[in-house]
């Protein structure tokens, strides 16, 4: 089969070798790998990092059945910012202007959201009679309104009208609809105007613990980053919509030796974070790390820390560190209520504490530090390999696309 993936931002090969691929990357990558030919359509700007790949729409040479398409599309510094919504669009417009020169597809898979991009997709597919799977990762654009202040939120919902309308269009038209979680699946589904039906799933976020290329070991020593004192490590954005004060306060009501706690990320919220921790022993800024370097750092954890703020699109899924933690058999130590909470509690795999508490959050701590989490480790082990193991997931995810195999 001929199959599209559509997505922005994500992390892709042309990034360095050491770049850990997300979702759509390891999707595409397992298509390739069963013989199908695979246009794995991606942006020239790379969220995570703000970096600008290519200044143009860019069409790399196939290899192994995989070709890198790359949407350019403005840069931009906030997530929250009118810069980002032209970026949307100019990826949007991208698409089309790429997709129109290129050999059609039997299927096309793309990320939702963004919207516009959705959009492009959804008016493509239809125009040449394709069938189109939207992957939905987010509650765009309910959720923005959701994170309005209070008596402002009618008018937030006013203001993204079209956005709700271009939503819902693409939603209708699309063959098969699939959800992180099933509370995601039912959001999307309703969008479209029906209940979930034998062409529409649910994949989890998986992206696991591949084999890194190289030992980073020393890299974490000459930080003192080591297995002497127990490791609490948090890897991802450093953005506002985590609860990483709460973390930095109960950190220091901790004595410095009793525990470290290693924060790995960018974002902007990390200048506040670094002088709320001040000069406090026991927390550590290492900034983006690579894969071998995370890899490194997560076999010598105790645990996983998970510090989201509880709002809707995180209560109702699995964000990508649960996977990623149980996959090195990490337990999670969380404040994110909903479908994590839930998870931990049935599967003996964490603990949790209020959002805000820090004092809550240091209890938490210094129960992790008495207790034998050999359970906890083994309950997260056999998690990961049941329910959030990307081969599986996302041999699963290619079973389920070529079933839209046109006779």
């Known amino acids: 089969m001929r199959i599209w993936t559509v997505v922005t931002g994500e992390p892709s090969p042309v990034d360095g070798k050491a770049t850990r691929l997300l979702r759509t990357g390891l999707l595409a990558q397992t298509l390739a790998a069963r013989g199908h030919e695979v246009v794995w359509f991606n942006g020239t700007f790379n969220h995570n990092t703000k970096t600008v790949r290519f200044t143009e729409n860019t069409l790399l040479p196939a290899e192994g059945g995989l070709t890198q398409a790359f949407l350019h599309g403005r840069p931009y510094g906030g997530n ?53 799977i939207l992957d939905y990762r987010d509650l765009w654009p309910d959720i923005i309104a959701d994170v309005a202040p209070a008596p402002l939120r009618p008018l937030a919902r006013l203001s993204l009208l ?189 603990m949790t504490y209020r959002e805000g508490d820090a004092t809550g959050f240091a209890q938490a701590v210094k129960a992790t530090l008495s207790a034998d989490l050999a359970p906890m480790k083994a309950a997260a082990h056999t998690l990961y390999a049941a329910a959030f193991n990307p081969k599986t997931i996302y041999n699963d995810y290619a079973d389920y696309l070529e079933s839209f195999r046109q006779s």
């Open 80 to 132: 929250v910012s009118i810069s980002r919504i032209c970026n949307h669009i100019d990826v949007a417009l991208s698409f089309l202007k790429m997709a129109q020169g290129m050999p059609k597809p039997d299927v096309i898979q793309c990320s939702y959201p963004p919207i516009e991009l959705a959009a492009a997709v959804a008016y493509y597919a239809r125009k040449h009679n394709i069938p189109y």
């Open 162 to 350: 079209p956005w709700t309308r271009l939503a819902r269009w693409s939603a209708r038209g699309a063959a098969g609809i699939v959800g992180i979680t099933r509370p995601f699946l039912d959001w999307a589904c309703g969008f479209a105007g029906r209940k979930a039906g034998m062409h529409d799933r649910v994949f989890h976020l998986a992206n696991g613990a591949d084999a890194a290329t190289e030992d980073a070991g020393a890299f974490w020593d000459a930080q003192g980053v080591t297995a002497d004192k127990p490791l609490f490590v948090f890897s991802g954005t450093l953005s506002r919509r985590m609860d990483l004060a709460t973390l930095i306060d109960g950190a220091k009501l901790l004595p410095p030796d009793a525990a470290t706690f290693v924060i790995c990320g960018k974002g902007e919220a990390e200048e506040d974070l670094k002088a709320r921790a001040g000069t406090a022993p026991n927390i550590v800024f290492a900034g983006w790390r690579n894969q071998a370097e995370l890899q490194a750092l997560m076999r010598r954890a105790r645990v996983g820390l998970l510090p989201y703020k509880s709002s809707k699109d995180f209560a109702w899924s699995f964000p990508n560190k649960v996977g990623e933690y149980f996959s090195y058999g990490l337990p999670i130590l969380t404040c994110l209520e909903g479908e994590v909470s839930k998870l931990i509690a049935e599967r003996g795999c964490g």
